[in-house]
Nanobody, 126 residues
């Protein structure tokens, strides 16, 4: 089994940057498909970004494309989300997720991921 732990969330002003970390333990995640989701206040969990296992191709939601970057450092067993140009609408609890068997067409679907972290709060003030 794998355990995930997010960190790095905090209060930041609009236009600022943050880097979230998702540290994995229990096994290596180098061959997993990994993703970031977020849940804004009063809303459902939504896809943010994913890093697919085969070749490490990256995918983003339209709302963060060009501002956020997902990456993974296998030697650290850690995934990151670099967030630039933050907006108040980016305010949410951010979750990382991982799965070994998910197919490409399902990477935006939260229900397809087996393992989740506990979340980290990102608040962007205007």
């Amino acid at each position: 089994q794998v355990q995930l732990a997010e960190s790095g969330g905090r209060l930041v002003q609009a236009g600022g940057s943050l880097r979230l970390s998702c540290s994995a333990s229990g096994r290596t995640i180098s061959r997993d498909t990994m993703a970031w989701f977020r849940q804004p206040p009063g809303k459902e969990r939504e896809f943010v970004a994913a890093l697919f296992r085969n070749g490490g191709n990256t995918y983003y939601s339209d709302s963060v494309k060009g501002r956020f970057t997902i990456s993974r450092v296998n030697s650290e067993n850690t995934m990151y989300l670099q967030m630039n140009g933050l907006k108040p609408e980016d305010t949410a609890v951010y979750y990382c997720a991982t799965d070994q068997r998910i197919i490409l067409s399902s990477i935006r679907l939260a229900r397809e991921y087996d393992y989740w972290g506990q979340g980290t709060q990102v608040t962007v003030s205007s």
